[in-house]
Antibody, heavy 119, light 113 residues
Framework: QVQLGQSGAEVKKPGSSMKVSCQAS????????FSWMRQAPGQGLEWMGGIIPLFGTRTYAQKFQGRVTFTADDSTNTVYMELSRLRYEDTAVYYCARQADGGAYMDVWGKGTTVTVSS | DIVMTQSPDSLPVSLGERATINCKSS????????????LAWYQQKPGQVPKLLIYWASTRESGVPDRFSGSGSGTDFTLTISSLQAEDVAVYYC?????????FGGGTKVEIK
């Protein structure tokens, strides 16, 4: 059973960048797609975009276009999400999740990475 | 973008009673070519990661208790917990996956009355 392990919590300054990793264990990327979501404190889930590592295909939510970059390292089964020009409102838990085979619903989730933007 | 609207925001239910959560999409999420509704439900317990409960609007994920059921088609969907247990206290989210961007409802908090 695939599990997704995410990198640890971070504190960042406004204007800086952050990079969160998500490593698949117990399986390979295969041709699965991976999505990134975030959840601000006390708020709901927001989809940021996704990547299909096998094909190098990336889709970004318009809200994050120009600020977010998804990459993948097949050798370590790891996907990365980099968010630049951080603002206070980027404080959130960031989740990676695997999209199921056959539909873009999320069947496996990482445990989340808490990012706090603070001066 | 397809906007997902859930109701109610908060739902107090007595143990053993039925809980019904509604989700409405601003456009149909029924794909006519395969007659499938591109709608999923997730459960997020306090301090935990979201967990997939239901996909294709009514298919239970493996291991999910059968007291959870999904129904509806087109733009109107329902998640029903037939007999609320203490461990079902959580926020429940619907999500459409018919079109990009993927979008979630605002969540419904189920609590014990």
């Amino acid at each position: 059973q695939v599990q997704l392990g995410q990198s640890g919590a971070e504190v960042k300054k406004p204007g800086s960048s952050m990079k969160v990793s998500c490593q698949a264990s117990g399986g390979t990327f295969g041709d699965f797609a991976f999505s990134w979501m975030r959840q601000a404190p006390g708020q709901g889930l927001e989809w940021m975009g996704g990547i299909i590592p096998l094909f190098g295909t990336r889709t970004y939510a318009q809200k994050f276009q120009g600020r977010v970059t998804f990459t993948a390292d097949d050798s370590t089964n790891t996907v990365y999400m980099e968010l630049s020009r951080l603002r206070y409102e980027d404080t959130a838990v960031y989740y990676c999740a695997r999209q199921a085979d056959g539909g873009a619903y999320m069947d496996v989730w990482g445990k989340g990475t808490t990012v706090t933007v603070s001066s | 973008d397809i906007v997902m609207t859930q109701s109610p925001d908060s739902l107090p239910v007595s143990l053993g009673e039925r809980a019904t959560i509604n989700c409405k999409s601003s456009q149909t999420v029924l794909y006519s070519s395969n007659n499938r509704n591109y709608l999923a439900w997730y459960q997020q317990k306090p301090g935990q990661v979201p967990k997939l409960l239901i996909y294709w609007a009514s298919t239970r994920e493996s291991g999910v208790p059968d007291r959870f059921s999904g129904s509806g088609s087109g733009t109107d969907f329902t998640l029903t917990i037939s007999s609320l247990q203490a461990e079902d206290v959580a926020v429940y989210y619907c999500q459409q996956y018919l079109s990009i961007p993927l979008t979630f409802g605002g969540g419904t908090k189920v609590e014990i009355k």
